[in-house]
């Protein structure tokens, strides 16, 4: 079989788009359609491109970041049809947290390594302006060396209405308590007939677009995400890519892009309104693959999210496009929440191993990029700063004791390595 074998089933519009895009020639909405419906030879051929130009935009390091996600209300009224995290006030399971909690969870987080703390919650009714300062100001009186990564701009949006600033005034005031950059999630697809379906009462394209912008304005830089297999179309995946390369263009604030596929199992979206059972594998591997060569060269870092797609189909997207493994997280809820199975906590030797599986080389990052770390040899491997976990072994209860056979075998094995 010759090479030219591997190449004559790609069909000649994804063929053009492809070699444009690895010619270095900026994308239009168009082409993005193109291969947001990769299928077969096409969808095999689309990755590959964006493999090759992940190596030239990023080499081969991965990175990652050490993290600790913390959700301090799940009291919400806002009633997004794809949210099943949220909860009202008088629910038995609803939670708002005092600043003690909080401080005490990131104690344990600083002791297994976090350099970063997430934190996002509910549109609390009751909440305003003041309460989101409150959390910046005791977190980093608490925790002077930890970059705080908070507040989505739907939460932006629900201080600033109360607290008579101009915008930008507000976002100086938090991040002169300590905000050091804000999520850019509450995006979902930015394009009004799709968000008046799935989220309502969620601030629109255009008041996301002036926070976001507004926030790189006054030095906070953000991250970008999208989410995506619900009910949206191609079309609107592209003009929602457009749009967040323009803002980078203009301000050059984002720090990654992340496609965050919609988990449907305990939501209202799929279950009574009919949208479709979440993102499939094609899907998940596209999105990455299209984020790469649609936005490069204006973002050249590309998450993709282990959470919402398992380790393995993780590791395949290193293979596609995505640079970055993402947050350790030690306590995700969102996504658990809606029927999420991945995990809450991936420790970062777990990504170690993972990232070095496919080929790539590890290193641990902040918050904005820089590199802490890169772990070339796993031989100079940290120790796990974990808590201690007892294994849970089945079988025979003598077979789950370790014995001098096992550490006989132990030898083996370690001659087979």
């Not at 649609?294 to 870092?301: D, E, K, S, T, V």
């Not at 790539?360 to 820089?370: D, F």
């Not at 940290?382 to 849970?392: C, G, T, V």
């Amino acid at each position: 079989m010759s090479l030219e074998r591997l190449l004559s089933d790609i069909s000649p519009p994804v063929a053009k788009v492809l070699d444009r895009a690895l010619s270095g020639v900026l994308l239009d909405r168009a082409d993005a359609e193109v291969l947001l419906e990769a299928q077969g030879p096409d969808l095999q051929a689309l990755l590959r491109a964006a493999d090759v130009a992940r190596a030239d935009d990023k080499g081969d390091v991965v990175t990652f970041v050490v993290v600790r996600n913390m959700n301090f209300t799940n009291i919400c009224y806002t009633g997004c049809t794809y949210c099943g995290f949220s909860r009202h006030k008088d629910e038995a399971d609803a939670y708002d947290y005092p600043m003690e909690v909080l401080v005490e969870k990131g104690r344990n987080a600083v002791a297994r390594g976090a350099t970063e703390f997430c934190i996002q919650g509910g549109i609390h009714p009751a909440k305003n302006h003041t309460h989101y300062h409150e959390i910046v100001t005791a977190l980093k009186a608490e925790f002077p060396e930890i970059h705080l990564h908070a507040f989505s701009p739907e939460e932006i949006d629900h201080g600033h209405k109360q607290s008579g600033m101009e915008l930008e005034d507000y976002l100086r005031w938090l991040r002169d308590a300590g905000l050091g950059t804000i999520p850019g999630t509450a995006a979902e697809i930015l394009v009004d007939e799709v968000r008046d379906v799935i989220e309502p009462n969620k601030l629109k394209t255009a008041r996301w677009i002036e926070i976001i912008k507004a926030a790189h304005r006054v030095g906070l830089r953000s991250t970008a995400t999208v989410m995506y297999g619900h009910v949206e179309k191609p079309h609107h995946v592209a003009e929602h890519l457009a749009i967040i390369r323009d803002i980078q263009r203009e301000t050059g604030g984002f720090t990654e892009f992340v496609p965050l596929g919609y988990i449907h199992e305990k939501n209202k979206l799929y279950n009574h309104l009919g949208a479709r059972p979440g993102s499939n594998t094609p899907e998940d591997l596209r999105m990455v693959a299209v984020s790469r060569l649609f936005l490069r060269p204006f973002i050249q870092n590309i998450q993709m999210s282990w959470v919402k797609m398992g380790t393995k189909l993780a590791q395949v997207a290193l293979l596609s496009g995505a640079n970055d493994f993402g947050g350790t997280l030690m306590e995700e809820s969102i996504s658990r929440e809606s029927g999420a199975d991945h995990g809450e906590n991936l420790p970062a030797e777990a990504m170690r191993r993972l990232i070095r599986e496919v080929g790539r080389i590890p290193a641990e990052r902040t918050t904005k990029y820089e590199i802490r770390r890169i772990f070339k040899d796993p031989a100079e491997d940290p120790p796990s700063l974990e808590p201690d976990r007892e294994a849970e072994l089945a079988g025979p209860a003598r077979f789950r004791q370790a014995s001098d056979r096992d550490r006989n075998t132990l030898l083996q094995i370690e001659e087979l390595r």
